[in-house]
């Protein structure tokens, strides 16, 4: 079946570490995100890819970095400029021309915490 | 700017009753799409609902309807005959244009199903 696999699920990380969140999607999707979940806040828009080798910050791109080299693949690296890195990341995904009722597939997340 | 609002931070209902989670948007955009997603405890987003701006009529999908009032600038959720299931986070989120790739979200709300 086709979908996103987000790992790992659980992320610890040492302050002044940077770490890669990984996103693979099989959906041949050219559309890819970043969202961050805080509790009480619902989802921010860190960065987004409309198709390979391009990328957008979103609004709260500081902090982070991406790459988007291939089409089923989106890595999110949370750097250590990040002030408050704990959080649940989640991937999402959307074909490009998709109708207009098209909503995003995601992934089941990562926790991450600093420890 | 764009802005969507989930006043209710938790909800009870019965089984087998009806439920009205509520959503209020702010947009200047005349074009944009509203959404609704169910989180279970699990983390993945589940799509459940799409409604246009310019659709006539209230989208429906199966046990979840969209109670549309483009002049309140709300977006309500109705889940009919409430399941045990049904316990999860409830996300109203909004896409400006057409073919836009930013989605924005509201806080959630909690629902919780009692037996």
């Known amino acids: 079946d086709g979908g996103i696999t987000q790992s790992p699920k659980y992320l610890f990380r040492k302050e002044g570490q940077n770490v890669t969140l990984s996103c693979e999607q099989n959906l041949n999707h050219d559309a890819m995100y970043w969202y961050r979940q805080d509790p009480g806040q619902g989802l921010r828009l860190i960065y987004y890819s409309q198709i390979v080798n391009d990328f957008q910050k979103g609004d709260i791109a500081e902090g982070y970095s991406v790459s988007r080299e291939k089409k089923e693949s989106f890595p999110l690296t949370v750097t250590s400029a990040q002030k408050n890195p704990t959080a649940f990341y989640l991937c999402?995904?959307?074909?490009?021309?998709?109708?207009?009722?098209?909503?995003?597939?995601f992934g089941s997340g990562t926790r991450l915490t600093v420890v | 700017a764009q802005k969507i609002t989930q006043t209710q931070p938790g909800m009870f209902v019965q089984e087998k009753e009806a439920v009205t989670l509520d959503c209020t948007y702010d947009t200047s955009d005349p074009s944009y799409g509203l959404f609704w997603y169910k989180q279970p405890s699990s983390g993945e987003m589940i799509f459940l609902i799409y409604?246009?701006?310019?659709?006539?009529q209230n989208a429906t999908e199966g046990r979840y309807s969209l109670n549309f009032q483009k002049a309140r600038k709300s977006a309500n959720l109705v889940i009919s005959a409430s399941q045990l299931g049904d316990s999860a986070m409830y996300f109203c989120a909004m896409r400006e244009g057409d073919g836009g790739f930013k989605t924005i979200f509201g806080a959630g709300t909690r629902l919780f199903v009692k037996a």
């Open positions: 999402a995904s959307s074909p490009t021309g998709a109708p207009a009722n098209y909503g995003y597939t």
């Open positions: 409604q246009g701006s310019y659709d006539q």
